[in-house]
């Protein structure tokens, strides 16, 4: 069965960072695209960012571009969003997720959603 697990939320000062942790099992990295989705309160869930680890292909959402950027550890089967310039705005519950394809992901189809993480919380706050 393919799982993500999340890890790494917290609560940082605006300006802060954090690193997200999206640790698989049952798949290897290269068979899925792993995005990152958020929900803030009162919001609706949103897609944030992708990776499509076979070859590197990355895309992120405007508000978070030159902001979050991924990394991956094969040897754990996990992929990391380091979060620098954390904003208020940024606070949610943040998901980690498998995808078709990176298309997908990019063009946010929830038909192309595999499977979910339970989510991590992020809060930026003074």
């Known amino acids: 069965e393919e799982q993500v697990v999340e890890s790494g939320g917290g609560s940082v000062r605006p300006g802060g960072s954090l690193r997200l942790s999206c640790a698989a099992s049952?798949?290897?990295?290269?068979?899925?695209?792993i995005g990152w989705y958020r929900q803030a309160p009162g919001k609706e869930r949103a897609r944030v960012s992708c990776i499509r680890t076979s070859d590197g292909s990355e895309y992120h959402e405007e508000s978070v571009k030159g902001r979050f950027s991924f990394s991956t550890d094969n040897t754990k089967n996990t992929v990391y969003l380091q979060m620098s310039s954390l904003k208020p705005e940024d606070t949610a519950i943040y998901y980690c997720v498998g995808v078709g394809s990176l298309d997908g992901c990019k063009n946010n189809d929830p038909y192309d959603v595999q499977f979910w993480g339970q989510g991590t919380q992020v809060t930026v706050s003074s």
């Open positions: 049952g798949f290897p990295l290269d068979d899925y695209v």
